[in-house]
C-alpha cells in the first residue's frame, strides 16, 4: 500500500502541529496504574498474582518512554544545531530507525524513514534529523502525520529548495490482530519544494532510498 501525500495538504499544517503539543497531564501516576490494573481484571486476570504485581507500573512507565516525544521540542532538540553553509547538493538520511505506536491501538509501528533536503543557505547536524524523526515518533501517531511532520519540521527550521521524506513500516496492530497480514509494509511519502516540482530531483531521491537486498 502507497499512500502519497501532495504539497496541497501544506494547508493542514495548522492542524498537524496543534497535534503535537499536549497539555500537562491531568492524572496521577497513581490514577494510571489503577487503569492498567483495571485493564488487567477486565482481560481475567489477577492483577495480585505475582508476575502482574508491578505490571502497572512497568506498563505505565513504558507507555510514558513511548511517547516521550510529547515532552520534546524542537528548539531544545536542535540546541541552535543549524548552520549557514553554501551547499547547494541532496544532502540525504536514510534507514533512521522508527519506532513508534499506533493512535489507534497503542500498538508498534516499526519501519524505517528516509529524509533528504537540498540546502537554500543552511544546513542542520547530521544527528539531529534522526532526532527529529524521533521525536515525533515518541508519540501516538498514525505514519501519515509522522511522515508530513518530519517533513514540515524540516521544511520550517531551513526554508530548504525541497524536502522528501519516505517512512516505510510494519504496524503491529495489522500483524498481530485484524487482517493478519504479516510482511506487510505501509509507504508514506512527503514531498517539499523541487522535491515535488522536479520528477528528475524527486527520481533521483528515490534511486538512492531504494531497497538493498537484505532489506525486505
Ligand atoms: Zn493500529
Request: net charge neutral.
Amino acid at each position: 500500500m502507497t499512500l502519497s501525500i501532495s504539497p496541497v495538504l501544506n494547508s493542514a499544517n495548522q492542524s498537524v502541529s496543534s497535534l503535537s503539543t499536549q497539555q500537562q497531564p491531568q492524572v496521577t501516576d497513581a490514577e494510571m496504574m489503577q487503569a492498567v490494573r483495571t485493564l488487567l481484571i477486565g482481560l481475567g486476570e489477577n492483577p495480585d498474582r505475582e508476575g502482574l504485581k508491578d505490571t502497572p507500573k512497568r506498563v505505565m512507565k513504558a507507555l510514558k518512554f513511548l511517547t516521550k516525544g510529547y515532552h520534546e521540542s524542537l528548539d531544545e532538540l536542535l540546541n541552535g544545531a543549524v548552520f549557514t553553509e553554501s551547499a547547494d547538493e541532496m544532502v540525504l538520511v536514510r534507514d533512521i530507525d522508527i519506532f513508534s505506536s499506533c493512535e489507534h491501538h497503542i500498538l508498534p509501528i516499526i519501519g524505517r524513514a528516509h529524509v533528504a533536503y537540498i540546502p537554500n543557505g543552511k544546513v542542520i547536524g547530521l544527528s539531529k534529523i534522526a532526532r527529529i524523526c524521533e521525536m515525533y515518533a515518541r508519540r501516538l501517531q498514525v505514519q501519515e502525520r509522522l511522515t508530513l511532520q518530519i517533513a514540515d519540521a524540516l521544511q520550517g527550521l531551513l526554508k530548504p529548495k525541497g524536502v522528501a521524506v519516505v517512512v516505510e513500516a510494519t504496524h503491529m496492530c495489522m500483524v498481530m490482530r485484524g487482517i493478519q497480514k504479516p510482511g506487510s509494509w505501509t509507504v508514506t511519502s512527503a514531498m517539499r519544494g523541487v522535491f515535488s516540482d522536479d520528477p528528475r530531483t524527486r527520481e533521483e531521491f528515490m534511486n538512492l532510498i531504494r531497497h538493498n537486498a537484505n532489506f525486505h
